[in-house]
């Protein structure tokens, strides 16, 4: 399985934007996708997850700010994420789950300044 995020880039504050990451390879019917997040000086932390069926999982600090979202069909998961923050700066990594095994994308960097 291979995953391929984009939509990273540089913000204002205030500001959105929209990560999207697609899945190849031999992916199952179920499983979870999620973003997971690394700031600078800081250890990867979950940011949210879904599962095939659609619950949704979210970190506090984003609870209202950020949807994640998925398209079954595309094996793809977004994540959209407004009235972005300069402590929403990271590098933010898309993660597969299914059957016991885990699968990582490449990051793509979030940058939220003036």
Known sequence: VQLQASG???VQPGGSLRLSC?????????NIM???RRAPG???ELVATITT?????YVDSVKGRFT???????????????SLKPE????????????????WGEG???????
């Open 68 to 82: 994640v979202s998925r398209d079954n069909a595309k094996n793809t998961v977004y994540l959209q994420m407004n």
């Open 42 to 44: 800081k250890q990867r």
């Open 8 to 10: 990273g880039g540089l």
């Open 34 to 36: 999620g973003w997971y």
């Open 88 to 103: 929403d700066t990271a590098i933010y990594y898309c993660k597969l789950v299914q059957r016991a095994t885990e699968y």
């Open 53 to 57: 069926g659609g619950l949704t999982n």
């Open 22 to 30: 697609a899945a190849s390879g031999s992916t199952f019917s179920l």
């Open 108 to 114: 793509t960097q979030v940058t939220v300044s003036s």
